[in-house]
């Protein structure tokens, strides 16, 4: 089974204004970075759609959908919920990430494709149920792993966040919930100023939240750890039938926003760790989801290095 790439020029037109940081540039460096890659030629074009407003609704509020839909058809340039920076286009365009990362989802759970890498914008973990944060609109790997689970019938979810920031969008979505594992390796201090260890979930969903921050300057050394022993060691009692990944490259050591010093072989091989468990629990099934990193070569860079490892890793 192949490789499926979703990369719908449509992302293009969610402009967050002039000198931002997640600007379509990160769109075109990804894309003519595979394309110089030859990668395009090797992965299985996928066709995106618009989520409905239904399949947002799986896990945002209905006054939240209606608030951003009438403040960005009002003009204006910034959600009321937050510092979430939105243009005319930036709510069709929201709905076309979610609905790119719905597609990944039912080629991967299908068959129809082994893994998929989703290149996105806007991002999407730091959107809570009922608040767009940061450069988050909807929370576009939440919406996919409670669609995996009503449509797909999957039991479980694994979501791993290897973005610099952590994504407490997504973490606040699942806290209280058993069926779907939250991972994340971020730095700390840094925005949004949540993922403490302590952070492990409640009621129902005590342990399926792991939070492992590292100060600036982490790296390699560092992280690696993190996913060769603490997810492998949760992972043997928690057994995913599905993996999506949150993949942000600000991590990245030239990234100009995040302090962590990865480099792209490094994301090459964080791939590979990911693709490893999936092989062992849930039949390969990966779904990545592009979030952060805001260094256009060092994206570009790192986005091929990943897309290899998913192409190349792990073989049947």
């Known amino acids: 089974m192949p490789t499926a790439l979703i990369a719908e020029a449509v992302c293009r037109q969610h402009d967050p204004g002039w000198n931002h940081p997640e600007s379509c540039e990160r769109f075109d460096a990804i894309m003519r970075g595979l394309r110089e890659a030859h990668l395009t030629e090797m992965t299985l074009p996928l066709s995106a759609r618009k ?16 608030q951003t839909r009438h403040e960005i058809e009002a003009g204006l340039t910034q959600l009321g919920t937050g510092d979430t920076a939105v243009c005319l286009r930036s709510y069709e365009v929201a709905l076309y990430a979610v609905g790119s990362v719905l597609r990944a989802v039912d080629a991967v759970m299908t068959g129809e494709a082994r893994n998929a890498f989703c290149v996105v914008r806007p991002p999407g973990h730091h959107a809570t149920r009922d608040c767009g944060m940061g450069f988050c609109v909807f929370n576009n790997v939440a919406v996919a792993a409670r669609y995996a689970q009503r449509i797909h019938g999957a039991e479980r979810v694994l979501i791993v966040d290897w973005d610099v920031h952590h994504g407490n969008g997504t973490q606040d979505l699942f ?24 952070e492990t979930g409640a009621a129902a969903g005590k342990g399926t939240t ?20 603490d997810l492998a060691n949760a992972m043997q009692l928690f057994k995913p039938d599905l993996i999506i990944i949150s993949a942000g490259f600000d991590g990245h050591a030239s990234d100009p926003i ?40 060092a994206l570009s860079a790192s986005c091929v290095a990943h897309v290899e490892a998913l192409l190349y890793g792990c073989r049947d």
């Open 175 to 198: 806290y209280n919930d058993p069926s779907v594992f939250y991972m994340s390796t971020h730095q700390s201090p840094l925005y949004p100023f949540t993922g403490e260890p302590g």
């Open 51 to 66: 989520a409905t407003e239904k399949e947002i609704l799986l896990c945002h509020d209905p006054a939240y959908l209606l």
């Open 258 to 297: 995040g302090h962590f010093t990865l480099l792209e072989q490094d994301y090459y091989d964080l791939t590979l760790m990911v693709m490893n468990l999936a092989q062992v629990y849930c039949g390969n099934r990966v779904v990545s989801v592009l979030e952060g990193g805001y260094n256009p070569g």
């Open 210 to 229: 792991l939070n492992i921050p590292f100060p600036a300057g982490a790296g390699r050394a560092e992280l690696f750890p993190a996913y060769e022993r």
